[in-house]
């Protein structure tokens, strides 16, 4: 599915490079795995190939798929009256699913909303923290895609969510 050198998207986690695919023992089962280099981390990740499916795990977005997502990024955006009926509660769990979907679409959403919420209250730390999530990894996608700087990358995205508003 995936080949040595390929940049991935592995949610909650960030972007990185798959660095190896070799067969390894574990609880006497012998079995195929991926490792991944994350960008920005000194952790590697090691992963069956049978849990592929279940970690949501991408390749990072082309360009053009990039540039698409972020000219649209207004769909993603939600009236703040909208996204205050919604109790904190569920916002986080509506949220956690997205960042685990790992799609880029469910990261610019989380972003969006998040930072529409900002504007009208303070957030507490786990929307912080999650809107900061959020960002990186799509900094990092938007980095590695268009082979920019994490600042030039940050600008880009700035900038789209500006005109979001």
């Given at each position: 599915m995936f080949n040595i050198g390929d940049k991935i998207v592995y949610p909650s986690q960030g972007i990185g490079v798959i660095d190896e695919i070799e067969e390894k023992e574990f609880k006497g089962e012998r079995q195929m795995y991926y490792t991944i280099q994350l960008y920005n981390n000194t952790m590697?990740?090691?992963?069956?190939?049978?849990?592929?499916k279940t970690s949501n795990m991408r390749l990072v977005s082309d360009s053009k798929t990039l540039d698409n997502c972020l000219?649209?990024?207004?769909?993603?955006?939600?009236?703040?009256?909208?996204?205050?009926k919604v109790n904190f509660k569920e916002r986080k769990t509506a949220n956690e699913l997205k960042i685990k979907s790992g799609a880029l679409d469910d990261y610019l959403q989380v972003i969006c909303n998040l930072t529409q919420l900002k504007m009208e209250h303070n957030l507490n730390s786990s929307e912080k923290q999650m809107l900061t999530?959020?960002?990186k990894i799509v900094i990092e996608e938007i980095s590695q895609s268009k082979n920019l700087s994490s600042d030039e990358?940050?600008?880009l995205l700035d900038i789209?969510?500006?005109f979001s508003n």
């Amino acid at each position: 599915m995936f080949n040595i050198g390929d940049k991935i998207v592995y949610p909650s986690q960030g972007i990185g490079v798959i660095d190896e695919i070799e067969e390894k023992e574990f609880k006497g089962e012998r079995q195929m795995y991926y490792t991944i280099q994350l960008y920005n981390n000194t952790m590697k990740l090691t992963l069956p190939l049978s849990r592929i499916k279940t970690s949501n795990m991408r390749l990072v977005s082309d360009s053009k798929t990039l540039d698409n997502c972020l000219k649209h990024i207004n769909k993603f955006v939600v009236e703040t009256g909208e996204l205050s009926k919604v109790n904190f509660k569920e916002r986080k769990t509506a949220n956690e699913l997205k960042i685990k979907s790992g799609a880029l679409d469910d990261y610019l959403q989380v972003i969006c909303n998040l930072t529409q919420l900002k504007m009208e209250h303070n957030l507490n730390s786990s929307e912080k923290q999650m809107l900061t999530s959020a960002k990186k990894i799509v900094i990092e996608e938007i980095s590695q895609s268009k082979n920019l700087s994490s600042d030039e990358a940050t600008n880009l995205l700035d900038i789209y969510m500006a005109f979001s508003n």
